[in-house]
């Protein structure tokens, strides 16, 4: 990095991206301060080349989403801004970068851009574990019903083996001698 240009973390660089209409994006007044150019320049720099930057590179916040992301992030509102924030996609950043034309909006694109392809990868990273784990999640619902099935058959195969037991030992007895009235003679 060139002498007098301040390195921000990756975890700050990624707590300034936020999920708006289901986009990853950063707001232009926290690419001012990273870029070291006010948000007023910075806005007025995209106006100027608005054709480099087509809707999937930047867009302007509705007055909901804007007042939705003011009370999601606690920012004052006092003094208020004049326009819309400005939303800038992975690709706006980029571009951002080749409209300012400075040192430091350069470096600073390369370490978004960065940051951005490690939060995809993560992203990624995650599903495929959760994929794996939805994977044993169902097999073992398969193989826990052939489990069940599996004890039922050696419950069943222990319960004859103990009567086999059983009446293997009845046999083996002597044969007792009736208990009991005799029918037929009787003594007088």
Known sequence: MAK??????DEFVMS???LIREQKVMLDSDLGPLFNVEVKRLKEQ??????RFPEDFMFELTQEEAANLRSQIAT????????????FTEHGVLMLSN??????AVLMSIQVIRVFTRMREMLLTHKDLLLELEKLRNTS????????VIFRYLKQM??????RVLLAEVAKTKPR????FKVGKAKR
């Open 99 to 104: 409209v300012l034309r400075s040192e430091r």
């Open 177 to 180: 001698r009736a208990v009991g």
């Open 46 to 51: 995209v106006r100027r080349n608005i054709e």
């Open 4 to 9: 007098g240009l301040m390195k921000y973390s």
């Open 158 to 163: 222990e319960k004859r083996e103990t009567e």
């Open 76 to 87: 004052s509102s006092h003094g208020g801004a004049r326009y819309l924030p400005m939303a």
């Open 16 to 18: 300034k991206i936020h």
């Open 141 to 148: 619902k398969e193989h826990g019903g052939k489990i069940q």
